[in-house]
């Protein structure tokens, strides 16, 4: 166990609509990355959060979109769902933003139908 | 630009040694992580090389070339449960974390 916590675990969703995916990080993790993960491929960087501000973004379009609280948890926003974002949708917290080791939680499994 | 190359798949027998081998091409460079995932489950972190030489984690290890761009994770007395995806990840200057795709290990019994 990690510490990292993300709900909900699984969810089912039809394209067009919107989904929310939270994730709390670790005690005393100032830094959040969420990635996406389609089955048998690595886990792709969405964006990161550093102290409520995003701190870079990978190759995905403003329809993802994201927060992080004071308490440094954490919101993944998808609009306008396709049939491609089905994945396993992870959330990793670090010390740091320069810190080396990332924090995964147990994922969301997305499904769009 | 980033860009992680490993194998797709190793397959090795129960008691010996394999090992997995990454390269990478990045704009600025930090680190090499290797992260451990079992179907269904979430990465785990294993090892970071920030410099050149070899890091050693139990039956683990974990080699670093940066003028090569090349490292590689050495597992020792492979077990059952060592059967899992392997991930090499780089950290480049804007901080992030970036992953390749992933080697799938099968251990023979």
Not at chain 1, 2 to 30: A, D, E, F, M
Not at chain 1, 38 to 65: M, V
Request: aromatic share 12%.
């Amino acid at each position: 166990e990690t510490g990292v916590t993300q709900s909900p675990t699984h969810l089912i969703k039809t394209r067009g609509q919107q989904v929310t995916l939270r994730c709390s990080s670790q005690s005393g993790h100032n830094t959040v990355s969420w990635y996406q993960q389609a089955l048998g491929q690595g886990p792709q960087f969405i964006f990161q959060y550093y102290r409520e501000e995003e701190n870079g973004r990978g190759n995905f379009p403003p329809r993802f979109s994201g927060l992080q609280f004071p308490n440094y948890s954490s919101e993944l926003n998808v609009n306008a769902l396709e049939l491609d974002d089905s994945a396993l949708y992870l959330c990793a917290s670090s010390l740091s933003v320069g810190n080396t080791e990332a924090f995964f939680g147990q994922g969301t499994r997305l499904t769009v139908v | 630009g980033q860009s992680l190359e490993q194998p797709s798949e190793v397959t090795a027998v129960e008691g010996a040694i394999v090992q997995i081998n990454c390269t990478y091409q990045t704009s600025g460079f930090y680190g090499l992580s290797w992260y451990q995932q079992h179907d269904g489950g979430a990465p785990t972190f294993l090892s970071y090389n920030a410099l050149d030489g070899l890091e050693e984690t139990g039956r683990f290890s974990s080699f670093l070339s940066r003028s090569d761009s090349y490292g590689y994770l050495l597992l020792q007395e492979l077990q059952m449960k060592d059967s899992a995806s392997y991930f090499c990840a780089v950290r480049g200057r804007d901080d992030k974390i970036i992953f390749g795709k992933g080697t799938r290990l099968h251990i023979l019994p």
